[in-house]
């Protein structure tokens, strides 16, 4: 029963996201969205895509990205807006099955949040102890190639725990960012995780990072991991997917690939009102500080910088375990922090950091998602005095908090799991 109100919730939150953008006047609907296809238009009218605005909001993304996004102005506009936020919507089912089907996500704890009416006060901490407990043995069941337990002995079963996450992703603040804007973020994301826990076993590896580090380039972060965590072949795949990318807009947008990488990649004012609240970047929070430009460069390289290296060590440590989905968490977070720009759309990967394992006391498993779940649901403009706390909550994931790899694995099963990681 209460994996089917966990799956009526998520419907009903989707429908009602998907209907409030879907509702809002046209010149307000979907105004990503709008740029993305108002600039490819232009194109046709002999305009330049870094020419265009809609609402002072300009097309920031390289020319690969363009292509992408010219069939689309093949359709009426409002066709196109209703198959982007149902495309949305399907890629918030897609990456919580991507997430729950990962071996060593934390459904445990929050299936125990969900179904608390089953249990009340030490009980819940006990039943969460006890099947963080069993996740856990079942990991290492597997690695040892011995029988384990099916997923379905877990409180929700798997297709509770799908229903968990979708509802987690559907009601954050960043899908519902993605939705209202009819953003590109989301699909991003999913590529990256598809591409890291579906794609690892294949000679594909490495290519849908390097398509979406096309479209935009925040994803190239994951190309190093992908490196020291010893899948060079899937580096390489990725870089020369990603050069490939850019190749494609340079014969197809000539003019517009010279303006992008020879300027325009550097013009950060262009991405809107970055000194706002919304952007949480490290950089933005310095910007906010009044820091000097030239200081706040200098400290957006050592701080950001040092904290993106650390999510990398801390990203292949735990690759190198086999857990790629707190690796992807833990560099994406770190993406966050370095980036010039973080708005709430990007902001994707810290909603999935709740479905992370922690290590820890019990109430350290509980507090960590619901702690994350607060921070990443109510708008950013309500978390005031604390207005930094998205950007506290992504220095967290990337360079402190005790992600647990969810096995109790010996030194040489473990590094059994790494040689595997190189295959």
Known sequence: MAKRWIWVAAVVAGLVSAGVALGRPAQFRLTDLSVYLGAVDGLAQGSSLYDFTRGAAP?????FAAVVFAPLTWAPTLVVQVAWTVATLGTVAALATLVMHDRRTGIPALAALVTRHRTTGSAALETSRQTTESAALEMSHRTTGSAAPEMSHRPTGIAGAVGVAALVLVV?????SN??????????????VADLL??????????LIGIAAAVKLTPLIFVPLLWFSGRKRAAVTAAVTFAGCGL??????????????????????RLGYITGVGNQSLNGALMRLDVPDHARSVLVLAIGGGIAAAGLVRGVRLARENHWLGAAVVVGAASVVLSPVSWTHHQVWLVAAALLPVAGPAWVRLGWPVTV????????TALEPLSESRLLLAILVAALIPVHDGTRSRPREKALLYEETRR
Do not use: C
Request: zero cysteines.
């Open 59 to 63: 097309f920031t993304y390289p020319p």
């Open 373 to 380: 779940l607060a921070l990443m649901v109510l708008p950013v």
């Open 248 to 269: 494609a807009g340079a014969l197809a947008l000539p003019g517009d690939s010279w303006r992008f990488w020879a300027g325009e990649i550097f013009h950060v004012s």
């Open 179 to 192: 939705l209202k804007y009819g953003q590109v973020s989301l699909f991003l994301v999913a590529l990256v």
């Open 172 to 176: 954050s603040a960043p899908v519902s």
């Open 198 to 207: 579906v794609l690892r076993r294949t000679g594909w590896n490495g290519v």
